[in-house]
């Protein structure tokens, strides 16, 4: 069986990277097309265009995740696999028009589940375990996840395979994507503060916190927050409801985050992962 790091950018999925060597570890990368929220370093921006063998422009997540995945190569000492699904746009293009949130929550599937499902189909002919960054107290994310497996304890993602006869469609099928493994849980249990820990001292940077800048699972008190850190990013965001159907969130938009005044003023220390959420992979 091939094993796989599934890697979000995150502390605790780069702590099973560099104490779990796997066969590969794969990064999906979040891309929007915002010239505005272009990845200043002209120079990686390149590199990250010859990784992925497509444009890059920005990702909606904070810049620092670029320098995040170089460090962890580096330091564990294994080449990182770079994949690219479409841009967030071409999701919600796909989708009518209509944004993802909490209901329907497709951008994950859409821009990280299915790209990665994608690739491990076309370059791996083997049986996948799959090992996710879930902490010791994350139970419930663990138990999600393996409930949506099938019979033989594989999780299922609908790639394409082919096209059609007339070559004109896609062909889809339902491929036993991964078995998903929980090494700091099942393994040897590990908890938030011995991760924070272990990375204080390590050559690796990151992000205030990673996911996406604007992702409507983060409470509004949080995004305010965020839009002083990335006023251009925050500023897309607001934009795409602007500009599409539906909102991220049912009891305000991003416009009005934005615009929303403090009484006080917060710092980083304020906030926690209770407050952020998380992509679910």
Known sequence: ??????????????????????????????????????????????????RIQAPFIGTAEDDTIIYTMLDLEQYIGRPITWIAGPTFEQVVKKASGYLPNKIKRFCTSEMKTRPIAQWRYENIDDDVEMRFGYRANELGRRKRMLEKTNDNGMTEVKIIVGRTKNGKKNRWKDIEYCKPAFPL?????????????????????????????????????????????????????????????????????????IKWK??????????????????GL
């Open 1 to 50: 069986m091939i094993t796989i790091n599934s890697l979000s950018g995150g502390k605790t999925s780069s702590y099973v990277a560099a104490h779990y060597p796997a066969d590969y570890d794969v990064f999906a990368l979040v891309r929007i097309e915002d010239e505005r929220c272009k990845f200043k370093d002209e120079k990686i921006r390149k590199e990250i265009e010859d």
């Open 262 to 279: 403090k009484q006080i003023t917060l710092f980083d220390d304020d906030f926690n992962e209770c407050d952020s959420g998380y992509c």
């Open 185 to 257: 849980i099942d393994d040897d249990p590990k908890f938030k503060d011995q991760i924070e820990s272990y990375w204080k001292d390590k050559p690796v940077r990151f992000a205030y916190m990673n996911n996406c800048v604007g992702c409507w699972w983060r409470s509004p008190l949080l995004l305010n927050h965020m839009n002083s850190k990335h006023p251009d990013k925050m500023n897309w965001f607001a934009e795409l409801e602007e500009n599409n159907k539906g909102t991220f969130r049912s009891d305000m938009t991003y416009r009005d985050i």
